[in-house]
T-cell receptor, first 114, second 109 residues
């Protein structure tokens, strides 16, 4: 089945700890995205990547880092600098960033602070 | 700055009712407007609209775009409990999607 796989589904972070959220896609999409969703709010863009080894900051990149070493993988690290990391994190992909093809989403990772 | 505003933020209706969800936007480089349905996890794609006045339809759901007045509506007729979800509107700009806050729709039996 083609799709986007996010893991883990639930993640707990201790104070001062970095954690990494995994996102893998087998849709052969060039572009990948990370969003954060807080209760009662829409999705806010953290980082996006148009091609391998290249990525751009979104609207709320502070406290987060990403890498894009392979086309199918776009992991997100929530660093200790992110003071309010509790949220639902969604990964998405699309053919490319300016295409008129919709983004497809993974099932998300829910991150909480211990 | 690109902006998307959805209304109402929350709506509770009875099964069988018809609902209309609204989405207004401001964007500097419009490419398309998208509607997604989000139940508990991944948003699932409903419609992509690029041209004014052309209704897109899928079963009991339909949507239309007005590029002059900068808004879109999503209609759901003969609602069912399975339609309960958050409905997200998003604008595709030059490089990225900008999402609205979402409308939480609850259908009571």
């Amino acid at each position: 089945d083609g799709g986007i796989t996010q893991s883990p589904k639930y993640l707990f972070r201790k104070e001062g700890q970095n954690v990494t959220l995994s996102c893998e896609q087998n849709l052969n999409h060039d572009a990948m995205y990370w969003y954060r969703q807080d209760p009662g709010q829409g999705l806010r863009l953290i980082y996006y990547s148009q091609i391998v080894n290249d990525f751009q900051k979104g609207d709320i990149a502070e406290g987060y880092s990403v890498s894009r070493e392979k086309k199918e993988s776009f992991p997100l690290t929530v660093t200790s600098a992110q003071k309010n990391p509790t949220a639902f994190y969604l990964c998405a992909s699309s053919q490319w960033t300016d295409s008129n093809q919709p983004q497809h989403f993974g099932d998300g990772t829910r991150l909480s602070i211990l | 700055e690109d902006k998307v505003v959805q209304s109402p933020l929350s709506l509770v209706v009875h099964e069988g009712d018809t609902v209309t969800l609204n989405c207004s936007y401001e964007v500097t480089n419009f490419r398309s407007l998208l509607w997604y349905k989000q139940e508990k996890k991944a948003p699932t794609f409903l419609f992509m609209l690029t041209s004014s006045g052309i209704e897109k339809k899928s079963g009991r759901l339909s949507s239309i775009l007005d590029k002059k007045e900068l808004f879109s509506i999503l209609n759901i007729t003969a609602t069912q409990t399975g339609d309960s979800a958050v409905y997200l509107c998003a604008i595709q700009g030059a490089q990225k999607l900008v999402f609205g806050q979402g409308t939480r729709l609850t259908i009571n039996p």
